[in-house]
């Protein structure tokens, strides 16, 4: 059925439209502009000047202008790009600028500008609350805008704070925000470099999915780069800690590679792009097992890499409702090392100090006291060789304590005079 627009319509549509519409002469010269172009540009058809006259020429201006004055000195049929545009008030505007050819009895350009300012801005802050990734999936696809998901291949990166919950109780709240917002700073610019997508944070950790939305066919090498680059980036967020008069921090990473639900969770009103299943399940427990400055990956993960990767050594462990799973302890990949390895330290003097030894439990302290001798200390004081009473399960978290002084650390290995620990806090 055909449609047949009034002049008066079109007349309406033109005066009411949010686009900036003129009309130039093949010249140059301003035929016709709308209010919208008028309120936008500060420009009046009345003038009867050159477009590149009637706009105000302020800094910033340059791209914009030559735009028409290309396409007319140039005799271009159409042009279109975005460009800033800075007003008489010196507000920067986005626009999507279109320069249409009509050869006609007169011939004339057709210019239609959209003022994309408050999109970009949308954008921008919709961005910062998920990630590029995540923002243009749910604001340029069909899918990002519904409930729902799909399996997907991916790698699951989840890395956590060592000690952080005795380090927040001993911060106050404003030093502790800051000196995650610094850390986080730090760790997503690394995520970004390999085209992580990040979930969300967890706390003092992160949960960071690679494959997903946007596809990487190597996407379990990217999230063993970036977990090796975060590591390393902790030398540089510890060095600001020092100079702020904060602690150091030290962080462990798990990885795993699987199938995993990905997608639009919640409800209709109020969802988030995430992924489930027992893919990230079995990376939070591994993660668990993690000493500071340490990077576990699955048997799955390592079969999806084909760069050589480097070994400090391999375990399995049973994670809850899963088989045993083999994993392995990574320093490096290709190029890309650990600047310092877990795990790597000297002793000090021989001190033989007793005190209680007590299991965590999930957790939580379990309320039986055991003996315990600390026979040395690590120069760093990260490390201790320890003498108990009972035998510890390798990779378990144990409180030891004496007096009011209390030290939380993870059973790394056993040794022919007892057990080599790490402290998480002290």
């Not at 462990?252 to 995430?274: C, F, H």
């Not at 990949?333 to 330290?345: M, N, P, Q, T, V």
Request: with cysteine.
């Amino acid at each position: 059925m055909a449609l047949n627009i009034t002049p008066e319509q079109s007349r309406f549509f033109y005066e009411k439209s949010d686009d900036a519409i003129c009309i130039i002469s093949a010249t140059g010269e301003l035929l016709v502009s709308n209010p919208a172009a008028e309120r936008l540009l500060g420009i009046s058809s009345e003038d009867k000047s050159k477009i590149w006259n009637a706009i105000p020429y302020i800094k910033g201006n340059d791209d914009f202008i030559q735009l028409f004055i290309d396409a007319v000195t140039q005799k271009l049929t159409s042009q279109e790009d975005i460009v800033d545009y800075v007003d008489n008030k010196g507000d920067v505007h986005n626009l999507h600028v279109r320069v249409t050819f009509y050869k006609q009895e007169i011939a004339v350009y057709l210019i239609v500008i959209t003022d994309l300012t408050k999109l970009i801005k949308v954008r921008s802050a919709f961005a910062r609350y998920t990630t590029p990734d995540i923002a243009d999936y749910v604001l340029s696809t069909e899918e990002g805008q519904k409930i729902g998901g799909a399996t997907q291949n991916v790698t699951i990166l989840m890395s956590d704070l060592r000690g952080f919950t005795a380090l927040s109780s001993k911060l106050p709240a404003q030093d502790l925000i800051t000196l995650l917002n610094h850390y986080f700073r730090h760790m997503v610019a690394v995520i970004e470099k390999y085209h992580g997508t990040l979930i969300e944070f967890l706390g003092d950790g992160i949960l960071v999915i690679f494959g997903a939305p946007k596809y990487w066919e190597d996407h379990a090498a990217l999230a063993v780069k970036c977990a090796i680059e975060m590591e390393n980036a902790i030398a540089d967020v510890n060095k600001w800690n020092n100079e702020h008069g904060y602690p150091d921090i030290e962080m462990g990473i798990a990885i795993n590679t699987g199938d995993t639900v990905v997608g639009n969770i919640g409800s209709e009103k109020t969802m988030k792009y995430g992924c489930i299943g027992q893919s990230v399940n079995i990376a939070g427990r591994l993660e668990g097992l993690t000493i500071g400055g340490q990077i576990l990956i699955t048997e799955n993960t390592r079969k999806a890499i084909t760069e050589e990767l480097d070994i400090a050594s391999e375990d399995t462990f049973l994670p809850k409702g899963a088989d045993v799973l083999k994993y392995y302890d990574i320093t490096g990949i290709e190029d890309i090392k650990l600047a310092r390895k877990s795990g790597e330290f000297s002793w000090a003097d021989e001190i033989s100090e007793e005190y209680e030894l007590f299991f965590l439990e999930e957790k939580k302290v379990n309320e039986t006291p055991h003996k315990c001798i600390i026979v040395k200390v690590s120069e760093d004081n990260k490390y201790a060789q320890i003498k108990p009473e009972v035998a510890l399960r390798y990779r378990s978290n144990i409180m030891l304590k004496k007096g009011d002084a209390r030290s939380y650390a993870k059973v790394i290995r056993q040794d022919d005079e007892g057990y080599i620990i790490c402290f998480t806090s002290v």
